[in-house]
Antibody
Framework: EVKLEQSGAEVKKPGESLQISCKVS????????IGWVRQLPEKGLEWMGI????????RYSPSFQGLVTLSADKATNTAYLQWTRLEASDTAIYYC??????????????WGQGTQVTVSS | IVMTQSPATLYVSPGERATLSCRAS??????VAWYQHKPGQAPRLLIY???TRVTGIPARFSGSGFGTEFTLTISSLQSEDFALYYC?????????FGQGTRVAIK
């Protein structure tokens, strides 16, 4: 059974750093891209970026380039999303997802349960 | 590529048909997926390739379209279908979601 287990909710202060995780099981971690999606409060879904764990090839959406870092650890089958300096505007739910390939691109066929990140002074 | 969904909210009675629209700002061929999202839950993939239903998704969900115009149809709404629905193109990077259509009880 494919599972993506995300780390728990976080409450941080502006300026702090944070890393959240997405541990997968039930499939070959290195064989599929992992994507990260943001949901702002009362807003829709936004692609942040994707990473291929096999070689850590990474692509960022323009809105998130330079603001976050994606990484993956093949030894632990875990993907990570990292901020070096959080802002209040980063308050959101963050989802990881396994990407399946079709034709020329990728969609999420399995999702993590989401991680709530709250940034407040 | 901007994906525009309409309407923002669709009010439908149980048992009725719901038709959700998604328009791409340029052609994305048939590279569109649809997701259902309920509060407090992870999104769920319903359709990919514009019209291919995912295994386990009820047959009342169907997708159609090509190029810039896409439709998700729920033929006879059940209580569990009241939710948010997103389209997403994956024709190139960055892939983008529409802003969502909420299907609400009439």
């Amino acid at each position: 059974e494919v599972k993506l287990e995300q780390s728990g909710a976080e409450v941080k202060k502006p300026g702090e750093s944070l890393q959240i995780s997405c541990k997968v099981s039930g499939y070959r971690f290195s064989g599929y891209w992992i994507g990260w999606v943001r949901q702002l409060p009362e807003k829709g879904l936004e692609w942040m970026g994707i990473i291929f764990p096999s070689d850590s090839d990474t692509r960022y959406s323009p809105s998130f380039q330079g603001l976050v870092t994606l990484s993956a650890d093949k030894a632990t089958n875990t993907a990570y999303l990292q901020w070096t300096r959080l802002e209040a505007s980063d308050t959101a739910i963050y989802y990881c997802g396994r990407l399946d390939y079709h034709d020329v691109g990728y969609f999420v066929d399995y999702w993590g349960q989401g991680t709530q990140v709250t940034v407040s002074s | 590529i901007v994906m525009t969904q309409s309407p923002a909210t669709l009010y439908v009675s149980p048992g009725e048909r719901a038709t959700l629209s998604c328009r791409a700002s340029q052609s994305v061929s048939s590279n569109v997926a649809w997701y259902q999202h309920k509060p407090g839950q992870a999104p769920r993939l319903l359709i990919y390739g514009a019209s291919t239903r995912v295994t386990g998704i009820p047959a009342r969900f169907s997708g159609s379209g090509f190029g810039t115009e896409f439709t998700l149809t729920i033929s006879s709404l059940q209580s569990e279908d009241f939710a948010l629905y997103y389209c997403q193109h994956y024709n190139n990077w960055p892939q983008t979601f529409g802003q969502g259509t909420r299907v609400a009880i009439k």
